[in-house]
Antibody, heavy 124, light 106 residues
């Protein structure tokens, strides 16, 4: 059973960089076939996909966030990470990491395993 | 960007009711649609993908249908544990979610 767990600061100051890590257990990121993703949910709102990384290091980001997002992977630790720069109050949200799977090769992924989520508040 | 519009935004139903939630895409998505269930304070849970394929372990009272731009999630007989918010997600292009449908107890 694959499990994902987010970790990182729950409070970030405006203009700073939000940094989160997702630790994967019960499966290896290096095995391939999955797209390790970040998704966020603003308080009381819907879901927004941020981006994903493949074990090889290739990434794809939501165009609306692309200029501020970096996702990286550390296969030796079975972790992947999110950095979101120049944050504002609008970035306050619950951040989820998730395992993405492509039904067909040319499609974007849908998400079959999720972490429990971590609330990040942007405030001075 | 492909926009996803769910309806209704909320509904009230009783245990045993048949419930239908609709998701409309702003352009055709060729059945590239997933449905998720989210309970308060929890992560979303995948219910169906490819519009109608049931994820392993999900009860058969959940079903999906549709084509082109219009898709439906049906719960054939609502159970107490089904009261939650449901989201659709298109993965034909990039990946966008609907705004959610909250299913409440009548």
């Amino acid at each position: 059973q694959v499990q994902l767990q987010e970790s990182g600061p729950g409070l970030v100051k405006p203009s700073q960089t939000l940094s989160l890590t997702c630790t994967v257990s019960g499966g290896s990121i290096s095995s391939g076939g999955y797209y390790w993703s970040w998704i966020r949910q603003h308080p009381g709102k819907g879901l927004e996909w941020i981006g994903y990384i493949y074990y090889s290091g290739s990434t794809y980001y939501n165009p609306s966030l692309k200029s501020r997002v970096t996702i990286s992977v550390d296969t030796s630790k079975n972790q992947f990470s999110l950095k979101l720069s120049s944050v504002t109050a609008a970035d306050t949200a619950v951040y989820y990491c998730a395992r993405g799977i492509r039904f067909l090769e040319w499609l974007s992924p849908h998400f079959d395993y999720w972490g429990q989520g971590t609330l990040v508040t942007v405030s001075s | 960007d492909i926009q996803m519009t769910q309806s209704p935004s909320s509904l009230s139903a009783s245990v045993g009711d048949r419930v239908t939630i609709t998701c409309r895409a702003s352009q055709g998505i060729s059945n590239s649609l997933a449905w998720y269930q989210q309970k308060p304070g929890k992560a979303p849970k995948l219910l169906l993908y490819a519009a109608s394929r049931l994820e392993s372990g999900v009860p058969s009272r959940f079903s999906g249908s549709g084509s082109g731009t219009d898709y439906t999630l049906t719960i054939s007989s609502l159970q107490p544990e089904d009261f939650a918010t449901y989201y659709c997600q298109q993965y034909y292009s990039t990946g966008t979610f609907g705004q959610g449908t909250k299913v409440e107890i009548k």
